[in-house]
């Protein structure tokens, strides 16, 4: 259906309300003008971008190929934008989110700085009321989330951070000026993704920088680059060729599981072969590494083996390399952070590692931070320290449901979801990238789930109905094929965010499976065919 039509009731405000303009929104907004209907986002930025609006801090960027992250929905868009590396930094990445809302003239659409306090079912006219963190009421027939994974940023549970008298900031709140490091004291607190990049930065500006790990991560070499002309051609007439290599991965990605296993090469081979992953771009030495050092602990070992000693090699002093090293999780069993020379930062005399699980940080004071074992000053600290991830989002918002279900309730000891898409007894509300949904490369996921809500959009307008609702027996359903999903997994054994646990928020200190574990393309055949089908495993009215 396309072009004009009348709102679905004149009663309501809108037909869609979409919270929030990062990618999900901004593409969701897209497709369902494309259906004629009156839509309204909600963002509580002053910008569109998600993500990259939020994320400022230094050395932000991709870990997947810029050129299998952006959208492919559009031809015109392909051969308009060029990506300047193979994995783009943030500057680069929000340039590219405000072209596509300028190309697409997307703002009119959306409302700015307007966070949503709650979002409230109505029974009785079959609608969504949403109230702003400003009073302000609005109506609509369906509601999109579009809130995202890793949004809600935390700060680490210690006393005193208000009292800090220079400055401080989470990665994810990072001020839009640019903040002058040269000759400061600084503290970075966390050394996950957004810790590493932020610390290989920011090293040789600083006076000082200390860093305080709470989790040895394990990380890999990026191995970025400029894209030159003559690859930037071949990667314009090759799109079709890597959006359908990304359809066809585990995961979305360019890499895919190597089909052997790792003790089906010799030792020999094994070793060349991890020389050969640590030496090329991305992802490959965990997307792209033998199917079995995710599920095997002894094949495990062989990769957690072969990158300790690249750390021991690359760190000069065997003590802070060894601190460097994770004790308490394998290779790739946490999301894997890529960087580029971050281990050759701790060769650098102005640099110090701090240990917290040795020297637990006690508070911090209005000077710096005080450990167990003495008192530092500090002129900044960084608070590298992570998101609640996944039903965080959800957390902040007051949504309720059919006679008034709080979410918060029914997911009280774990999400339950119908295809990651929708919760039974939250009718016509629909959520892009939530719990148990394929996350993978996070653009390629969303691309699906939009073009999966505004197909069942288009078939509720097109007949009328103003009822969507998943049926508890196919939320159970769903939840427990997810958790099965997750059994053997040495990722579901970890406690990071992918499992649900976050020591900064209170009750969130029980692993969880928060996520889909299967193949992306077996999760986009079960939801293809309940489409096929007529959605007929949803409630319609």
């Not at 030159?228 to 359908?244: C, L, S, V």
Request: glycine share 10%; charged share 25%.
């Amino acid at each position: 259906m396309t072009g004009s039509r009348e709102s679905s009731t004149d009663r309501l405000d809108y037909d869609v309300i979409i919270i929030g303009a990062g990618l999900s929104g901004m593409y969701q907004l897209y497709r369902l003008r494309e259906l004629g209907l009156k839509v309204r986002v909600f963002e509580t930025g002053t910008g569109v971008g998600g993500t990259w609006y939020w994320n400022r801090y230094p050395g932000a960027r991709f870990d997947s190929e810029s050129y299998s992250y952006g959208y492919s929905f559009s031809k015109e868009l392909l051969q308009e934008w060029e990506w300047s590396e193979h994995f783009a930094g943030q500057p680069e990445t929000l340039r590219y989110c405000n072209f596509v809302a300028d190309k697409f003239d997307l703002r009119r659409d959306i409302q700015f700085e307007s966070r949503v306090a709650s979002a409230i079912y109505q029974d009785a006219t079959r609608s969504w009321a949403i109230t702003l963190d400003n009073g302000t009421r609005h109506s609509c027939r369906f509601l999109v989330t579009a809130i995202g994974p890793l949004s809600t940023p935390t700060l680490p549970r210690v006393e005193g951070i208000e009292r800090f008298k220079g400055q401080s900031f989470h990665t994810a709140r990072w001020p839009k000026e640019k903040v002058d490091f040269a000759g400061k004291r600084v503290a970075v607190i966390g050394t996950g993704a957004t810790g590493i990049q932020t610390i290989q930065t920011i090293a040789s500006e600083v006076g000082h920088l200390t860093v305080f790990q709470r989790t040895a991560n394990w990380a890999a070499p990026l191995h970025n680059g400029k894209i030159d002309a003559e690859t930037q051609a071949k990667i314009k007439a090759g799109y079709g060729e890597i959006f359908r290599r990304c359809q066809e991965t585990f995961a979305c990605f360019v890499h895919t599981p190597d089909p052997r296993g790792a003790f089906e090469v010799s030792d020999a081979e094994r070793e060349a072969f991890y020389e050969k992953l640590y030496g090329e771009r991305g992802f490959g030495i965990w997307q792209g590494n033998f199917k079995d050092i995710l599920i095997d602990r002894k094949a495990n070992a062989t990769i957690s083996d072969f990158v300790a000693r690249k750390i021991r090699e690359r760190v000069r002093d065997p003590v802070v390399a060894d601190r460097l090293i994770p004790k308490n999780h394998g290779f790739g069993t946490r999301r894997l952070p890529l960087e580029t020379f971050y281990y050759e930062v701790y060769n650098r005399d102005n640099v110090d590692l701090i240990d917290i699980s040795e020297t637990p940080i006690e508070r911090i004071t209005p000077e710096g931070i005080k450990t167990s074992e003495r008192e530092f000053a500090f002129d900044i600290i960084i608070y590298a320290t992570g998101f609640d991830a996944i039903t965080g989002s959800f957390d902040k918002i007051d949504f309720r449901g059919a006679n008034g279900a709080l979410l918060k309730d029914k997911w009280r000891r774990g999400p339950e979801t119908y295809l990651g898409l929708m919760v039974d007894g939250f009718p016509n509300m629909m959520m892009l990238m939530g719990p148990h949904t394929a996350l993978g490369n996070i653009p390629r996921s969303i691309e699906y789930s939009v073009d999966w809500v505004t197909g069942l959009i288009t078939f509720a307008t097109e007949r009328g109905l103003t009822f969507l609702d998943a049926t508890p027996a196919g939320t159970a359903a769903w939840t427990d094929h997810v958790k099965a999903l997750g059994v053997g997994l040495l990722s579901n054994e970890v406690n990071s965010w992918m499992t649900g646990i976050n020591s900064n928020v209170e009750g969130k200190q029980t692993r969880i499976v928060a996520r889909y574990s299967g193949s992306a393309p077996a999760y986009r055949a079960k939801c293809d065919e309940v489409a096929a089908n007529g959605y007929d495993e949803l409630r319609l009215a």
